[in-house]
């Protein structure tokens, strides 16, 4: 079973914080994906990596950076966490290939700014 | 512009009574599309995709590219469908889109 982890289930920061999201994967997936998910909006692409070290900006990357330093971790950070960050943050993997676009998400990161 | 949409937020049906989640795209390429479902406190999971041409849980999806649709179907829902659900679409080799999603309740 493809496990995704992410490092917090709850986060409360302050308006200016930096705030770090870390997701971890066991399954050795190339491709690894921060997603926001908002009522009525459904999932928005926020980043994607699709290797180490490797990055792309999704639909709403404005805000956010992210670092994927190994394959195995990619990270979400909030330069200075603002009250329209608030939001469920998901991450995902996927393994590369035409046949395997199936994508395994963690558990989700309940994000609150005050 | 590549786009998912799922018109209805909200469905409620009865309990044995068929069910249609309607999702809709644009795209032009040849289009790879996905159902997610997201039962309450778990995680987001792959319920079914066009490719594979199968029936999960009693759920079916078929591809209609005249119409731009990949409605999810289940002749009889169950309590246990109730979720959320997304329609989602691959585009190119790396990036997913995924519809607003739609809230099912089955009624008792």
């Known amino acids: 079973d493809v496990k995704v982890t992410q490092s917090s289930r709850y986060l409360v920061k302050r308006t200016g914080e930096k705030v770090f999201l870390e997701c971890v994967q066991d399954?050795?997936?190339?491709?690894m994906f921060w997603y926001r998910q908002d009522p009525g909006l459904g999932l928005r692409l926020i980043y994607f990596?699709?290797?180490?070290?490797?990055?792309e900006k999704g639909d709403i990357p404005e805000g956010y950076s992210v670092s994927r330093e190994k394959k195995e971790r990619f990270s979400l950070i909030l330069e200075s966490a603002s009250t329209n960050q608030t939001s469920m943050y998901l991450c995902?993997?996927?393994?590369?290939?035409?046949?395997?676009?199936?994508?395994?998400f963690g558990p989700g990161t309940r994000l609150t700014v005050l | 512009a590549q786009r998912v949409t799922q018109p209805e937020k909200l469905l409620s049906v009865f309990k044995g009574a068929p069910v249609e989640l309607k999702c809709n795209y644009s795209?032009?390429?040849?289009?790879?599309l996905f159902w997610y479902v997201q039962y309450s406190r778990q995680r987001l999971q792959l319920l079914l995709r066009?490719?594979s041409r199968e029936s999960i849980k009693g759920f079916t999806a078929d591809l209609n590219k005249g119409e731009t649709s990949f409605h999810l179907k289940k002749p009889f829902a169950q309590e246990e469908d109730s979720a959320m659900y997304y329609c989602?679409?691959?585009?190119?080799?790396?990036?997913?889109?995924f519809g607003a999603g739609t809230r099912l309740t089955v009624k008792p």
């Open positions: 995902a993997s996927r393994v590369l290939g035409v046949s395997y676009n199936e994508q395994f």
């Open positions: 399954m050795d997936h190339e491709n």
């Open positions: 990596s699709y290797d180490v070290k490797m990055k």
């Open positions: 795209y032009s390429g040849s289009p790879e």
């Open positions: 066009h490719i």
């Open positions: 989602a679409l691959m585009v190119g080799n790396n990036d997913m889109r």
